[in-house]
Every structure is written in C-alpha cells, then in structure tokens.
C-alpha cells in the first residue's frame, strides 16, 4: 500500500469532521483529514468563540440522549487534553407559555426526567434584573446546560487525532471524490489518496459536494455581536445566565461576559436561505447591527452599548431543521453529516461516534433515525 493510501479520509475538518477523524484514530484507523483552510478557520460554521450546549431539547426530544451522550465525550476530550472546553452554565429559555421554545423545552424536560426550574416573568425579573420582559413571558431555567469553546474544541481534536496517529492536512481544498474499485479516490490541489471509506463533513459547502445525494440543503447568514455594557460584572455568569429568547421580532441568544469582548448577542435564523457560501456577504452592516440592538434595547437594556466586535457565519439547512446523518445511498463506503441547521456543534463529538461507526459497519447503536436521508426522497 502506498503512502496516499488511507482505512478512512474525512473530507472537511470543521466541527464534525475533526470529532470523526479523531473517534477513528482511536479505534486504531489509519486516517486522513483534508481542510481547505487553516484549523480553526472562521470561513465556515465552527468559529466565533463559543457554542451553546443543553440538554432540554426543544428542537425534539429525540435529541436528547444524543446530548447526553455529547457531554460525555466532551469531558473525554478534556481528560484527554488536560483542559476546559466546556462550562457549565445555566441557560434560561424565554417565551408564551404556548410558544415552540418554552413548550419543546417543557416536553423534553419532562419526557427524560431533566431539572428544571419553572419562572414567571416577575420571577425573571427578580432572579434576573438585567432582562426586561412583560409577563406574557415565562421562563425555564436550566441549570446544567452550557458552552463551548469552539475553536478549541476543534483544535483539540485535531490535536488528539494526531497524537493518535492521524494525519491532518489544512489549507489543502478537495476537488473531486469518487467511488472507485470499492474504495474510493479524493483528489485535492496538491495530491491523490485513496481510502477504503470516505467521510464528507463539509459544512456549508455539502450541496456542492453532495449534489448526487439530492437533499435540498440551503445555507443562512448568521452575524454575531459582541456589545459593551453598562457594568459588565452584571453580566457574568454568577448573574447572568445563558438565554434564548422567543419574541415576535424574532428569536435571539446570548452569553454572559466572558472576557474583555462583552455580551455575545445574535438573532437565530431570520435571514434568507441561499445556495452557496459564495453568495454569503462577509461585511457586517449597520442594519445587522440594528436588528440585534433592538431586541437588546427592548429586553436588555444594560448591553445596548457599542458594539466590540462582530462576526459573520454560516448555518446549513435541512428543510426540516433537523441533521442529515447516513451513509451514501450508492455508496455504501461512504458516509456523511451535514445539514446541522444552526443548532449542531454541541452534539459534534458524538457525531464523531456515529459517523466512525457508519464508516466502519454501516450501523450504529445511536438514534439517529430521525437523520436519515430517506425522510427527504419521495414516498
Ligand atoms: C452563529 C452561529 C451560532 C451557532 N450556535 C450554536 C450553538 O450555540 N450550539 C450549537 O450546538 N450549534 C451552534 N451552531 C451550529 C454549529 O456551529 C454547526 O452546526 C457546526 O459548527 C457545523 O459543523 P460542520 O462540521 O458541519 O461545519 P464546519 O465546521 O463549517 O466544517 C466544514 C469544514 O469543511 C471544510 N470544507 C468544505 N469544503 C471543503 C473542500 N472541498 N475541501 C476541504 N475542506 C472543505 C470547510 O472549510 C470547513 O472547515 C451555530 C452556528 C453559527 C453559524
């Protein structure tokens, strides 16, 4: 066997991509990671400091035990690296009591057995002076949730994938893969590698990449605002918790103060959905900036201050927000995640699991049924 000859190439090392080339150096694979930008890039979905994680799913309570799991192998990732990647922190979802958050929160919440904490809004307003809302809102507060670094979670799988054996090239775009002699062959701009198994974890760019898969997956302009308080102390998180928050306007998120950047703030969808990552405008605007400080004007009124810093990003959409996880329907040496809408990197290292099954046996003991690709082919 030559020396471009792999058990498995993972095309793509963002979030997904490194969590599977590492899951498979571990089960000792012979793997190759091909990036087409530098490691911890921000051209993609995997960058902006921090990521959310809970468990009380209101996407869907199947996710749950997906979450679950995830928090297991982050910790496994950090025993592994000697480091915080993960902090707990509670996270307070606000809504109508009849809304999608605050009722997918409740269900999911009371379906897997997950503590919660019910408020009201004058609750809200005691427990958390710094939000303002009216009392057709209510609140349930999470305590076990948290964040992420997301730019260090990659890296240190990278990192652990290499220790382990694998060998991660970046700045190196692919061109084509094809299936090939029950193989398959990936050539990039600099070189050819065969590997009996591929993994696509392209991101944004999987409806190029996967076309012949044929799921409409669309991609989303995310921007992202860091903004000065008033006292940022208020803002910490002894005091101030995680949120998401679900208002006619729109929904947004935020993140206690974490460092000299400020309040995290962003609006969750409401852009238009487009093709290609090339059609994503890369300049934050004014009117970017206007939409999130409105909401904060409205509902946390301590961080309308000025903006720090910013930062463009990309959501991948399945039309039904949920993952698209199997394995190609021609070829069964390959497999793919994508299609992660806006909500994917917390479950990235049990992601990493299920696609280093699916490559190895074709199966997997997770429940990722609810992923599969058939639900978008005719019936
Ligand atoms: C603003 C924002 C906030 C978010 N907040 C949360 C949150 O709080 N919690 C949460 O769980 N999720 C959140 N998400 C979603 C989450 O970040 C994504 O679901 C996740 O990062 C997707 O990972 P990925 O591996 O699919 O994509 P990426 O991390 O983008 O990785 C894909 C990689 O493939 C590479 N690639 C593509 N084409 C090629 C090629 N031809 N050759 C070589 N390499 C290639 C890309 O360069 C990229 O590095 C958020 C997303 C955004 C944008």
Known sequence: MGDNSYDVIVLGVGGMGSAAAFELARRGRRVLGLEQFALGHDQGSSHGHTRIIRKAYYEHLNYVPLVLRAYERWRDL???????LLTECACLSIGRPDGELIAGVRQSAERHGLPVEHLDAGAIRRRFPAFQFSDEYIGVL???AGFLYVEDCVRAYVAEARRLGATIRDREPVVSWKAEGGGVVVETLA????ADRLIVTVGPWARQILADVGASLTVMRQVVFWFETRDDVAFQRDRFPIYIADTPEGAFYGLPVLNADGLK???????PELRDPSEIERTVSANDEETVRRFLRAHVPGADGPARKASVCIYTLTPDRHFLIDVHPDHPHVTFAAGFSGHGFKFASVVGEILADLAESGRTDQPIEMFRLARFQAK
């Not at 950090?78 to 915080?84: F, M, P």
């Not at 070189?191 to 065969?194: L, M, Q």
């Open 78 to 84: 950090e025993r592994r690296q000697g480091r915080t």
């Open 142 to 144: 999470e305590p076990s």
């Open 191 to 194: 070189g050819r590698y065969t």
């Open 265 to 271: 703030t962003a609006r969750h969808y409401g852009a």
